[in-house]
């Protein structure tokens, strides 16, 4: 049967999971919104940068921004493989312990 520290125990890397699930999400979210909203917003301001011949903010529209959106869907699915086996690790070993 279960012991209780064993519960507070799993508890505590359910909600340590779950905070770095938070943090990465809150980054991610933060590349979407500089990405999406940032380089239109300041547009006239970026119009001197140039990227494969065509202005910052044109290209961010055209293309730019799907790739970086595409970029951070494989982000996502990356990071939260890698802390999902980690968590599954720990949750092993914990059960393994006698």
Known sequence: MDKPTDHAALQARRAAHWR???RLT????????LTGFLT?????????LNLFGWPL??????????????????AYAWSM?????????AQ???EEQP
């Open 20 to 22: 770095k699930t938070q």
């Open 40 to 48: 239109v917003f300041y547009a006239r301001e970026l119009l001197h």
């Open 57 to 74: 903010p044109f290209y961010m529209a055209a293309q730019g921004a799907s790739l970086v959106y595409l970029a951070i869907i494989g």
């Open 81 to 89: 493989r890698r802390l999902d086996r980690e968590f599954h690790r």
């Open 92 to 94: 092993q070993a914990a």
């Open 26 to 33: 809150l980054i991610l979210l933060v590349i979407w919104l």
